[in-house]
């Protein structure tokens, strides 16, 4: 039987508690399956880990984590720790060490969630938003000098390489094409932004070539927001840089009806490092504790990090058991409801294992 390595890393606010949750259904996935094991090591690094140590992870974190199969990540921010020192210490040295380069974001209007577009409901909103997640504006690239003094001069210098946008073009067409409506949408600015921009689209047409069987387009990203939001309908596969998605994406949650339920995977396409699978969410530190987390987001994603390990099936059973559970009405607070974590943990766990599919 195959046995997948699985590193677990909590993290900050709400992250350990839907990691805790999501390791529980993983197990109810697992026995129910009964053709693949989970091994899960955790580890405690954050900002709690930064408080007591100086780093947010030792500085062999990265060695420590490469033999795993995958990463589930919970969440990290803490109120009296800077956020680049947390997001720079952890989240980003991983995805950018470990060449994590497609970040797939997927969304869909689970059920019993009450979406703000008129006329739109679950099945609607089918989007994939795949974000480049290894250069562009979130390169790291700049500096600041005469700090303090009128003169002070700060530059954030995106960077746009050929090797970067093409194989996140590559993936995007390739995911595109894996998908119903063959159909993508390539997101620029390149009438601005007239270098990094200019070449992200020439690129974009080349890929295209390779998959005569994808139908694509091109939006501004000022243009796309309204599309997304008046004509939802007209979007499947988006393809958009580190920062465009990541706006786009919390755009596509909010329309989802809830940014709590939407899943992120890192994705090392070539698998010479492992995946990094977590919830979009951050680590909500007003409702750490209160045992009301929703751990719809951490499922979601576990279900990402099946897939990506080959068991699709499992996969499946898993959000389909998510949906049913979503559908009952068994939600957190923030969605409306009135369960607890371990309330809908406990009905996903129950969905799973007396799923027949
Ligand atoms: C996301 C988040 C992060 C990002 C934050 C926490 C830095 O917003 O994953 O979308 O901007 O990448
Ligand atoms: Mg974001």
């Known amino acids: 039987m195959k046995t997948y390595k699985i590193a677990a890393i909590g993290a900050d606010g709400i992250g350990p508690e839907v990691i805790t949750a999501g390791l529980h259904v993983l197990d109810a996935v697992q026995k129910r399956d009964g053709g693949f094991a989970i091994d899960v090591t955790a580890f405690d690094w954050g900002s709690d880990y930064y408080k007591t140590h100086g780093m947010m992870m030792p500085e062999d974190g990265p060695d420590q984590l490469k033999p795993f199969d995958a990463i589930y990540f919970g969440a990290v921010g803490a109120p009296d720790v800077p956020d680049h020192i947390t997001l720079w210490g952890l989240r980003l040295p991983i995805c950018q060490g470990f060449d994590q380069y497609a970040n797939v974001r997927p969304t869909k209007i689970m059920p019993g969630i009450k979406a703000p577009l008129a006329g739109v409901g679950p099945g609607d909103l089918d989007w994939v938003i795949v974000r480049e997640n290894s250069e562009g ?6 500096g600041r000098v005469h700090k303090g003094l009128p003169e002070e001069v700060a530059t ?22 894996s998908r119903p409506r063959k159909f993508l949408t390539v997101v620029t600015k390149s009438n601005a932004q007239r270098h990094g921009m200019v070449m992200w689209d020439e690129i974009a047409a080349e890929v295209a070539a390779d998959f005569p069987d994808v139908t694509w387009d091109k939006m501004l990203v000022d243009a796309m927001t309204v599309r997304m939001t008046l004509n939802p309908k007209s979007l499947d596969t988006i393809v958009a840089t580190n920062l465009h998605a990541d706006i786009l994406s919390d755009l596509a949650g909010a329309l989802a009806g809830s940014l709590g339920v939407a899943p992120t995977a890192n994705i090392n396409p070539e698998g010479s490092f492992p995946s990094m699978f977590e919830p979009i969410h951050g680590s909500a530190f007003d409702i750490t504790g209160k045992g009301i987390a929703n751990p719809v987001a951490a499922f979601w994603t576990a279900a990402q990090m099946l897939e990506h390990l080959g068991e699709s099936d499992a996969a499946s059973r898993l959000l389909t058991a998510v949906e049913e559970v979503c559908a009952l009405g068994i939600m957190t607070p923030d969605v409306g409801g009135t369960a607890t974590t371990q309330d809908v943990t406990d009905a996903v766990i129950d969905a799973v294992r007396g799923s027949n599919l």
Not at 137 to 142: A, C, I, L, R, T
Not at 156 to 177: D, H, K, N, P, W
């Open 137 to 142: 504006e979130y390169s790291g690239n700049g």
């Open 156 to 177: 954030e210098v995106s960077i746009f390489t050929r090797v970067g946008v093409e194989r996140i073009m590559r993936f995007a067409f390739a995911l595109a094409q």
